[in-house]
């Protein structure tokens, strides 16, 4: 239980022996448990599911003071909503995916209006301008930045402990490294 929610959520527990124990571990949210005679091929597979299982959309992001809720749509401020239109929203939640880190213009092009070429039009300034209000309006002046190479950064200093400088790729999740728990199961 010491494990993050986040990281229970992508592991696989090697070892558990006891059918009561890996439901329990299923229970409280592990990928997955298995026990120690299981076949690496099967093995594999297990933890190839649990790879493609960690890339569905979460239905809630926080970043410090902002929160986003894809069910609803809705972004929200300390609290206040910020009543995003749907490409406002959209554009937000992209940046959200990768705060501190620049989303270049084709990226938000490809993402959000799902087109595959960026057409000459300064649509993506437009949004961002209407954002960028709507978030000063609730007191979040400033968390959407313009990158030097013309895309967009979300700076949210809560999200992220060291200020980067700005990237157009954004980091790609690590694979949680195997360790041990209390119990002597290996953690993948």
Same mark, same amino acid.
């Given at each position: 239980?010491?494990?993050?929610?986040?990281?229970?959520?992508?592991?696989?527990?090697?070892?558990?022996?006891?059918?009561?124990?890996?439901?329990?571990?299923?229970?409280?949210?592990?990928?997955?448990?298995?026990?120690?005679?299981?076949?690496?091929?099967?093995?594999?597979?297990?933890?190839?599911?649990?790879?493609?299982?960690? #890339?569905?959309?979460?239905?809630?992001?926080?970043?410090?003071?902002?929160?986003?809720?894809?069910?609803?749509?809705?972004?929200?401020?300390?609290?206040?909503?910020?009543?995003?239109?749907?490409?406002?929203?959209?554009?937000?939640?992209?940046?959200?995916?990768?705060?501190?880190?620049?989303?270049?213009?084709?990226?938000?092009?490809?993402?959000?209006?799902?087109?595959?070429?960026?057409?000459?039009?300064?649509?993506?300034?437009? #949004?961002?301008?209407?954002?960028?209000?709507?978030?000063?309006?609730?007191?979040?002046?400033?968390?959407?930045?313009?990158?030097?190479?013309?895309?967009?950064?979300?700076?949210?200093?809560?999200?992220?402990?060291?200020?980067?400088?700005?990237?157009?790729?954004?980091?790609?999740?690590?694979?949680?490294?195997?360790?041990?728990?209390?119990?002597? #199961?290996?953690?993948?």
């Amino acid at each position: 239980m010491s494990h993050s929610v986040e990281m229970r959520r992508s592991a696989l527990v090697v070892g558990v022996r006891r059918a009561h124990e890996r439901a329990m571990l299923l229970q409280v949210g592990f990928g997955d448990a298995v026990t120690d005679a299981v076949d690496i091929e099967e093995l594999g597979a297990r933890a190839g599911r649990i790879a493609e299982l960690t #890339h569905w959309l979460p239905r809630r992001r926080d970043l410090g003071g902002l929160q986003l809720d894809l069910l609803a749509r809705e972004a929200y401020a300390n609290g206040k909503p910020l009543n995003l239109n749907p490409r406002e929203f959209s554009l937000l939640w992209r940046l959200a995916e990768s705060p501190n880190h620049a989303v270049s213009k084709q990226m938000l092009i490809h993402d959000v209006w799902r087109l595959g070429f960026v057409p000459e039009t300064n649509s993506i300034a437009v #949004h961002m301008s209407r954002l960028r209000r709507k978030l000063t309006f609730v007191g979040l002046r400033g968390v959407i930045e313009t990158a030097p190479e013309g895309g967009y950064c979300l700076r949210m200093d809560d999200a992220n402990d060291g200020r980067e400088a700005f990237t157009l790729e954004p980091p790609r999740p690590a694979v949680p490294p195997a360790s041990t728990s209390a119990g002597g #199961h290996a953690v993948l």
